[in-house]
């Protein structure tokens, strides 16, 4: 299915969970509405309780496209500033039947709504997604997103590096049939992050067919500090673990590394330091690795942008695996307890 095909396409309801993004908010959005999709679309800005411009931002964008009347920005409250309660308010606002999650700074390709309503009738999916394309717009943030971009940074992950398009666990973001969506009862409010892979797990759960595809593509503003990176990164470990915890057969070695490097690092540096300098083996090879690792993932940057490639591996893995070994039982207690399970069709 194409804009050029004599049928109707399907009218697209884009969602947008934002706190704080002033800095790339109207060009996410920007971004939306140049999509190359003849089909009708509307966008759906969940507004948590930000301390910069965002709220005045999407007033003016409310405003401008007022008059138009098949590419229409609208905004509803997230007063907790909670990604899945954003997304579920959204959606809950939202009228059409395809519904695209986008993040306040993430950029979309021209085709990637047209490609993705595509992808949707040709493998009966219930949710598409491809590539978190990570793209920086200062020296930290190139190196930040080579180091997201390269398998020394997070693996083989398909869909940070890429990979080949079939039925996955999870993707990012993703384009849903808004039936998969309510038939679940939206994203489980207790995963403050997470939350994607939850959903998608209840979909498979349910006999859905989750689909990657490297034809999808975003636009990614990585993190602007290494302080707001190693929350991020924190965050992730610390939310990897709950899933671990929640669901068992989730974990894998990709998933162990971090944390398997943060202990081995700091054995090797109590060693070193209380009983032989032989321990100090340990966290010099790390440093070398990822040294040497930043090598092939700089190539073509500048060069203060290549030097910062190794602190932002170093933040990357050191936060994950932080934040995976210090995840309380008790955050996975919560939300274990407050799982829903997959609903099946009535059909």
Known sequence: MNAKSDVQLPAVSVIMPVLDEERHLRGAVQ???????????????????????????????????????????????????????????????????????????????????????????????????????????????????????SKIGVGNAAFHTGGQAGPAETVYLGVFRREALEQQGGYNEEFIRAQDWELNFRIREAGGLIWFSPELKVSYRPRPSVKALAKQYKDYGRWRHVVARYHEGSINLRYLAPPAAVCAIAAGTVVGAALTPLGFLIPGGYLAAIALGSLP????????????????L??????????????????????????????????
Request: charge should be positive; aromatic fraction near 4%.
């Open 314 to 347: 170093a933040t990357m893995h050191m936060s994950w695996g932080f934040g995976f070994l210090t995840s309380p039982r008790s955050l996975a207690r919560k939300v274990i307890a407050s799982r829903r399970p997959a609903v099946l069709s009535s059909r």
């Open 297 to 312: 993932a700089g190539k073509g940057l500048p060069p203060k942008a290549r030097l910062r490639i190794p602190v932002a």
């Open 31 to 149: 971004a939306i509405l140049a999509q190359e999709y003849a089909g009708e679309m509307e966008v759906v800005i969940a507004l948590g309780p930000s301390t910069d411009r965002t709220d005045e931002i999407a007033a003016e964008l409310v405003a401008e496209t007022a008059s138009h009347k098949n590419k229409r920005v609208h905004t509803v409250p997230n007063p907790t500033g909670r990604t899945p309660a954003a997304l579920n308010a959204a959606i809950k606002a939202s009228r059409h039947p395809v519904v695209v999650r986008v993040d306040g700074h993430g950029m979309l390709s021209p085709n990637y709504i047209a490609t993705a309503v595509r992808l949707l009738e040709e493998t009966g999916a219930q949710n598409v997604g491809g590539i978190m394309h990570a793209e920086g717009e200062n020296d930290w943030e190139h190196a930040v997103a080579a180091a997201m971009t």
